[in-house]
């Protein structure tokens, strides 16, 4: 087996599988090293598809266990979950996608080095083998992948069964009769939306005083009430100062963030929830000389180059949203930067999507953001209790809002909470992609009766025209 390559990538999740991928694709010799056992990173394993995989298979069971699939005649009797079945779908799933990956590696002639890889100098990783020998690969370049890790929260053990992280979460063995979540961002409202459609008491303790608190604020407002509507529970402004097991049962001690008296809440299961970190550990950076950010970030410069000549950074491992398509993006403009082309990430318009139900999702600046940066604007809202489709589905929670510069009416942002927001939402980044105003969307004709009739109503609404409400 050779041990040169153009580019070998330490890490394969979205942003190295990706990334090699491209290279290969433009005629490199790609190598990826993967510490893990199959492919495909955080995303594939442990992240966005086993939690879609749960959050798909709970939504399938709430639509009966509530009612809803019988108030419009789809009745059943003797609804059971099974657990078995519930984890092997998703593990289907985990396995289609990595298998996926590896067809794809193939196919490519991407080169796959299972073991954990540390950067030795210039063009040169060693990799500890999984059987326990030591390669040494040689190479142009090199891209540092490796994604990040759950923040642990200081006197929190995470054990993984009682105590989890997002990954423990995913593998709970039954349903727990109450499930405390530590953060009310996506993790924490994507899986405890899991657990509380299959019969959990769900109560999400959030440190500031609103959940989802990068998101726009009236979409934040309206996303924590229908939540609630579900049953979830949520105290803000407040944080947890100590887990206490006792047998089986877990004592959560917590008090409002600003001070005062501290209360004691019960738990079967806490999930700690509250952002990742880079993952940097055992990469030899310090001793190559690449250096880090305030964040301990791996630094890079607008064309992901590191301090150090030849490595590359990408993915959650570096600034910006920690999101597999952002990853992703950056793992093609690598390849084809290394390639000799000009490629662009374009970074006002990353759509970030929260995979509950309904669904919510953004691309571009939030009313909140906007304001502060002095910005003149005008916005358009439209309900989907006024679009027909959503009315036939009985999904009419949310609503759509654009974003439009004042004086140009180009579009700034656009923010959905309603059914299929984040399929919804594409349509926003492709417009905003190509400099579109609300009237260029406004004017596009939308098929009848969809859900995306909501996004041409609120950019009429722009313009005080909406025409259905
Ligand atoms: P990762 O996917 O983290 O991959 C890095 C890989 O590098 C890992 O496999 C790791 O084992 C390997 N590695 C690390 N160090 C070494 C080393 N020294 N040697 C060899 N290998 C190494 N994002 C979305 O956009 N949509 C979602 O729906 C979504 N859902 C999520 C749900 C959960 C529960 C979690 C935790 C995350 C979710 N994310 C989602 C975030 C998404 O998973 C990450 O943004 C994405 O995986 C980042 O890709 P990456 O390539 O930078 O790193
Ligand atoms: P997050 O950043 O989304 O949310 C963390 C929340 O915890 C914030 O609201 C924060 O204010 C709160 N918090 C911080 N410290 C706290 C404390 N001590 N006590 C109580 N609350 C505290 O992080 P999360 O949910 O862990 O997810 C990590 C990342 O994974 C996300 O930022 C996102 O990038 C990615 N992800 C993306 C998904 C998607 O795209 N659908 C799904 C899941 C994860």
Known sequence: MADSFDVVIIGSGPGGYVCAIRAAQLGMKVAVVEKRATLGGTCLNVGCIPSKALLHASERYHEIASGHAAEIGVKTTGLKLDMKAFHAGKQQAIEQNTKGVEFLFKKNKIEAVHGTGKVVGKGKVEVALDGGKTRTLETKNIVIATGSDVTRLPG???????????????????????????GGGVIGLELGSVWARLGSEVTVVEFLDRITPTMDAEVSKQF???????GLAFKLGTKVTGVAKSGKALKVTVEPAKGGDAETLDADVVLVCIGRVPYTEGLGLEEAGVALDERKRVKIDAHFRTNVEGIYAIGDVVVGPMLAHKAEDEGVAVAEMLAGQQPHVNYDVIPNVIYTWPEVASVGKTEEELKDAGVKYRSGKFPFTANGRARIAGMTDGFVKVLADAATDRVLGVHIIGPDAGTLIAEAAIAMEFGASAEDIARTCHAHPTLSETVKEAALAVDGRALHM
């Open 224 to 230: 924590q009430r229908v939540l609630q509507k579900q």
């Open 156 to 182: 929190v053990e995470i054990d993984e069964k009682q105590v989890v992280s997002s990954t423990g979460a995913l593998e709970l063995a039954s349903v727990p009769k109450k499930l405390l979540v530590i």
